[in-house]
């Protein structure tokens, strides 16, 4: 019980030591400890508060790697704190040979502070790891499984998540580049067994894919514009840019608008009534 119980009191000190404006949270005031509630954190991570009781009191000792990845981002923890989090949690460390799906610190505070541009943030095999509440006002809620169902390169070329707004086009150079995104990615990571799933059921399942992955064309992210059909305030015409993270894998995507259009009013109104759902 030694390890559990070290894990249940790691949690609550990172919990209590982390204050809800560093979570992009209101504060209201009216705390008796600085730090996250339980309530909180169970929001942050897309966990149970049932769950993370039973963490903290040592009740569930055998959180998965998912789980434990989605805490470090919520509590917002450093690349040794979140070694440490696998370590006393009896999980494997991931190693170098794997696609990591840390967050730093940095970068989720962008997340945070931007909210009023829809940001979303992927690995090197473009499996979507966070977004921020704009994103998913504007995109919906992505599936639940962190499967095919939340890779970026899937709903290009196989399906889309159910209830993703409708494209008005797709961009040839932007599939070309997820393309050689996972090209550069299993040379990068060969036993990494996710990723060489993704690609085998890709070129299965997609002719453009498999295609494209056989030609030996390179493709290179370039800014583009995206309109997308939404259901509640009709078409978002958006500007894309792709930004990597220095010293990761990691894509942030943010969707950009001038000032002064119908775009940028329909986007400051799913800011207030798209958030409230």
């Known amino acids: 019980m030694t390890g559990s119980t070290d894990l ?3 949690l609550h000190a990172w919990r209590d030591r982390t204050k809800p404006a560093e979570a992009g949270l209101p504060d209201d005031g009216r705390r008796r400890a600085p730090g996250l509630r339980r309530e909180e954190l169970a929001l942050l991570s897309g966990l149970s508060v049932d769950y993370i009781v039973r963490l903290e009191q040592s009740r569930s000792t055998n959180p998965s790697p998912q789980v434990l990845s989605a805490l470090a981002r919520a509590l917002r923890l450093t690349t040794a704190e979140r070694e440490h989090l696998f370590v006393l949690a009896g999980q494997a460390v991931p190693g170098p040979g794997q696609i990591s799906d840390h967050v730093p610190a940095g970068v ?4 945070d502070r931007l909210t009023g541009t829809p940001l979303s943030v992927y690995d090197a095999a473009w499996n979507l790891i966070t977004w921020n509440r704009l994103w998913a006002a504007v995109f919906g809620d992505p599936p639940v499984s962190r499967g095919f169902g939340r890779n970026a390169v899937w709903w290009s070329f196989v399906e889309p998540p159910a209830g993703y707004p409708q494209a008005v086009s797709r961009e040839t150079g932007h ?3 997820f393309m050689s995104d996972l090209r550069a990615a299993s040379a990068r990571y060969p036993k990494d067994a996710g990723l060489a799933a993704l690609i085998d059921e890709l070129r299965a399942r997609s002719g453009d894919f498999a295609a494209l992955w ?3 064309v390179v493709g290179v992210h370039k800014s583009l514009t995206k309109t997308v059909r939404h259901a509640s ?3 978002l015409t958006l500007d894309c840019d792709i930004l990597s993270a220095l010293g990761t894998d990691l894509r942030i995507m943010a969707f950009t608008v001038a000032e002064g259009g119908e775009t940028a009013e329909r986007l400051r109104l799913l800011e207030v009534v798209g958030l409230q759902v």
């Open 8 to 10: 249940g009191r790691a």
């Open 108 to 111: 989720q505070r962008l997340l």
């Open 175 to 177: 599939r070309a580049a």
């Open 214 to 216: 056989g030609s030996g």
């Open 233 to 235: 305030v009709g078409e």
